[in-house]
């Protein structure tokens, strides 16, 4: 018997008991739906963060801050530090109490220490307004951007950090409130931006409106200011201020050579903390959220994969009904020169052939009712996340679960592919 026969065979055979087949293949599909449901669950919000990660920073940029002591019920009380930044000046991450500041000798340092390619202050300013024509005056914070960080944009473009006029991205929920009846409407109008001074004095800019950043799981939460309208804002910002006041960071950009490697980026940040500063990742950032989503996925999962060893141990009982019912049959194929290889692999490609046909049908369904489901909620409860596709499928991880499955259905259908393989040809014709 060729292998084409073998297989050809092995597809009659699968379904000459109807109903005992069927039900071993709608566990498989249960299996197969859930598993790749699941995984298109985590594909598609992985995918979305990774759409939208260029919002929070890039791969080859860290984010350095000032490592200082504070003070607590175990430590006691921190010496004062004349560079100590008011709490919540260091933006993501300030916390709670004083931020030691980095100074101009500190940038210096920081660019200094080997790994580092290029260093930038990132300047904090506090603006008291926003403000579109004669219309009502809003708070607005900034969030700074390096090149090579995207906004998620509902219309309009990113922001141009080089560009020599003032530029600004506004977050979408502030159109309505400055007058604005579209995001399109609000490209290429002025708003007036204010800031105090430290003497007491408020003045003001202006700059022109380049994009309208959407909302999503990661975007930003401030308007992004290009390097020209920061600049002029940090400057009106610190008039009035005692010399080299002004020159005090909450935080650097530094940029190194994300190609390295882990074993590399750990180094630079070690090197970094020995010299007194904390250096932050993106991937340290996103750590803790990827992390969340792929425990949640594997836990998914794994109720996938119960369904699945339930499903295995039906090819089991399947095929082993099916080497009793059809034991003078494989006795007359052995006595006719059939070899125990020929017979093992004819009922190994029957458990094969059930597992195919359940993780196919499985997929189509997970596929089916996931993009079905996703378009649904996009419109509806996410309508609010632009972008996000909640279950998305990955070809590779489809081919992977179908060929997962048929390779657990060969396993199952190897003791009694083994029993049918080993059975003498005498005593199997004289069976009753």
């Known amino acids: 018997m060729k292998p084409v026969d073998i297989v050809r065979t092995a597809f009659g055979n699968?379904?000459?008991?109807?109903?005992?087949?069927?039900?071993?293949?709608?566990?498989?599909?249960?299996?197969?739906?859930?598993?790749s449901l699941t995984n298109g669950i985590g594909t598609g919000i992985n995918n979305y963060i990774s759409d939208t990660v260029a919002g929070i920073g890039v791969d080859d940029v860290m984010t350095v801050t000032k490592t200082s002591e504070r003070a607590g019920f175990d430590t006691g009380p921190a010496e004062y530090d004349p560079n100590q930044l008011a709490a919540g000046e260091g933006g993501p991450h300030g916390g709670p109490g004083p931020v030691v500041g980095l100074t101009s000798d500190d940038i210096d340092t920081i660019a200094g220490v080997e790994g580092v390619i290029r260093v930038a202050p990132v300047k904090n300013v506090s603006l008291d307004y926003v403000q579109h024509g004669n219309g009502k005056k809003y708070q607005l914070s900034l969030s700074q951007f390096a090149p090579g960080m995207r906004a998620e944009l509902a219309a309009g473009s990113q922001i141009d950090?080089?560009?020599?006029?003032?530029?600004?991205?506004?977050?979408?929920?502030?159109?309505?409130?400055?007058?604005?009846?579209?995001?399109?409407?609000?490209?290429?109008?002025?708003?007036?931006?204010?800031?105090?001074?430290?003497?007491?004095?408020?003045?003001?800019?202006?700059?022109?409106?380049?994009?309208?950043?959407?909302?999503?799981?990661?975007?930003?939460?401030?308007?992004?200011?290009?390097?020209?309208?920061?600049?002029?804002?940090?400057?009106?910002?610190?008039?009035?201020?005692?010399?080299g006041t002004a020159d005090l960071f909450a935080s650097a950009s530094v940029w190194f050579d994300a190609n390295a490697g882990d074993a590399a980026t750990t180094a630079l940040q070690k090197r970094l903390s020995d010299a007194g500063f904390t250096a932050t990742t993106l991937a340290d950032q996103l750590g803790t959220m990827t992390s969340v989503i792929d425990v949640i996925v594997m836990v998914l999962s794994g109720f996938a994969v119960i369904a699945l060893l339930a499903a295995s141990i039906g090819i089991v009982n399947t095929l082993y009904m099916a080497?009793?019912?059809?034991?003078?049959?494989?006795?007359?194929?052995?006595?006719?020169?059939?070899?125990?290889?020929?017979?093992?692999?004819?009922?190994?490609?029957?458990?094969?052939?059930?597992?195919?046909?359940?993780?196919?049908?499985?997929?189509?369904?997970?596929?089916?009712?996931?993009?079905?489901?996703?378009?649904?909620?996009?419109?509806?409860?996410?309508?609010?996340?632009?972008?996000?596709?909640?279950?998305?499928?990955?070809?590779?991880?489809?081919?992977?679960?179908?060929?997962?499955?048929?390779?657990?259905?060969?396993?199952?259908?190897?003791?009694?592919?083994?029993?049918?393989?080993?059975?003498?040809?005498?005593?199997?014709?004289?069976?009753?």
């Open 323 to 432: 080497v009793q019912e059809r034991t003078r049959e494989v006795g007359l194929m052995k006595a006719m020169g059939l070899s125990s290889a020929r017979v093992f692999a004819l009922f190994s490609v029957e458990a094969v052939v059930i597992g195919l046909l359940g993780s196919a049908l499985g997929v189509a369904a997970a596929v089916v009712v996931g993009k079905a489901a996703s378009a649904a909620l996009a419109n509806s409860v996410l309508s609010a996340m632009p972008g996000l596709s909640i279950v998305a499928f990955n070809p590779l991880t489809v081919a992977l679960v179908v060929l997962g499955v048929m390779a657990l259905a060969f396993l199952a259908g190897t003791m009694p592919a083994l029993r049918a393989a080993k059975q003498d040809p005498i005593a199997s014709l004289r069976y009753e």
């Open 14 to 35: 699968a379904f000459r008991a109807k109903l005992r087949t069927s039900l071993t293949v709608l566990a498989i599909i249960i299996g197969a739906f859930t598993l």
């Open 161 to 243: 950090l080089e560009a020599h006029e003032a530029q600004i991205v506004l977050p979408e929920p502030y159109l309505e409130p400055l007058g604005f009846t579209t995001a399109d409407a609000a490209v290429g109008r002025e708003v007036t931006l204010a800031v105090t001074n430290v003497t007491g004095a408020q003045t003001t800019t202006t700059a022109t409106i380049v994009g309208v950043a959407a909302p999503g799981i990661v975007s930003v939460a401030g308007a992004i200011p290009n390097d020209v309208l920061l600049n002029t804002l940090f400057d009106l910002q610190s008039v009035g201020a005692a010399p």
